[in-house]
T-cell receptor, first 113, second 116 residues
Framework: GNSVTQMEGPVTLSEEAFLTINCTYTATGYPSLFWYVQYPGEGLQLLLKATKADDKGSNKGFEATYRKETTSFHLEKGSVQVSDSAVYFCALSDRAAGNKLTFGGGTRVLVKP | GAVVSQHPSRVICKSGTSVKIECRSLDFQATTMFWYRQFPKQSLMLMATSNEGSKATYEQGVEKDKFLINHASLTLSTLTVTSAHPEDSSFYIC????????????FGSGTRLTVV
C-alpha cells in the first residue's frame, strides 16, 4: 500500500534559519504529492503540491521538488519566520487508490525569535 | 477558491450522547467527502469516505455503527458520533477533493470533540 514517511520533530529553529523537512513516499501508482500546514487548533491548509516527476511546488517561500528517482518530496525554506511555527504534513494521493490522501506523521516546527 | 465549512468547531458532550458534525461545500459540489480523525500530536487517520447517494466506505477498524456518516446532498456530509465516550475525544476533520484526479483537496477547519 501507499505510505509517507517524514522526519520526526519537533524541529526548533531560530528566525531566518534554513528549514528542511524530509519526506519520502511509497506508492503503487503515479501519485500527486502535497505539503499541508496546520496551525494550532486549526484544520489543514494546502501549502504546495506537485503532480508529476520533476515538478517543483512553491508557496510563501517554501519549495519542494517531486523526485521520482529517490521517491522524495523534501520541503525547504531559506529563511523561516516565527509565523512559520506549525505542524507540516507531507501527503500523497494516488488515483489508483481512489484519490485518498495518505499522510505522513507530521513534523512540528518551532521558530524562535 | 473552494471552501468547506465545518461545524461545530468545538463541542463538549456528556458520555452516552450523540454528536453530529457537518461539512458543507460552499461553492462547489462535493460528491465525495473524506473524514479524518487526529489524535493530539499525531497525524490524520482516514476514518471513512462518504459518497453522495451511496453508503460510506469505512476504513478497517472503524466502527460503522459508532461513526455514522451520511452524504445527503452534493453539498452536505455529516458524521455522527453515537453514544460518545471519552476515548472518542479527538479532532475530526473533513476534506473534499476537487475533480477526480487527486490534484486538490479542501479541508474543513476541524471539530474538537471532548466527551466528559
Amino acid at each position: 500500500g501507499n505510505s509517507v514517511t517524514q522526519m520526526e520533530g519537533p524541529v526548533t529553529l531560530s528566525e531566518e534559519a534554513f528549514l528542511t523537512i524530509n519526506c519520502t513516499y511509497t506508492a503503487t501508482g503515479y501519485p500527486s504529492l502535497f505539503w499541508y500546514v496546520q496551525y494550532p487548533g486549526e484544520g489543514l491548509q494546502l501549502l504546495l503540491k506537485a503532480t508529476k516527476a520533476d515538478d517543483k511546488g512553491s508557496n510563501k517561500g517554501f519549495e519542494a521538488t517531486y523526485r521520482k528517482e529517490t521517491t522524495s518530496f523534501h520541503l525547504e525554506k531559506g529563511s523561516v519566520q516565527v509565523s512559520d511555527s506549525a505542524v507540516y504534513f507531507c501527503a500523497l494521493s494516488d488515483r489508483a487508490a481512489g484519490n485518498k490522501l495518505t499522510f505522513g506523521g507530521g513534523t512540528r516546527v518551532l521558530v524562535k525569535p | 477558491g473552494a471552501v468547506v465549512s465545518q461545524h461545530p468547531s468545538r463541542v463538549i458532550c456528556k458520555s452516552g450522547t450523540s454528536v453530529k458534525i457537518e461539512c458543507r461545500s460552499l461553492d462547489f459540489q462535493a460528491t465525495t467527502m473524506f473524514w479524518y480523525r487526529q489524535f493530539p500530536k499525531q497525524s490524520l487517520m482516514l476514518m471513512a469516505t462518504s459518497n453522495e447517494g451511496s453508503k460510506a466506505t469505512y476504513e478497517q477498524g472503524v466502527e460503522k455503527d459508532k461513526f455514522l456518516i451520511n452524504h445527503a446532498s452534493l453539498t452536505l456530509s455529516t458524521l455522527t458520533v453515537t453514544s460518545a465516550h471519552p476515548e472518542d475525544s479527538s479532532f475530526y476533520i473533513c476534506s473534499a477533493p476537487q475533480g477526480d484526479r487527486g490534484y486538490g483537496y479542501t479541508f474543513g477547519s476541524g471539530t474538537r470533540l471532548t466527551v466528559v
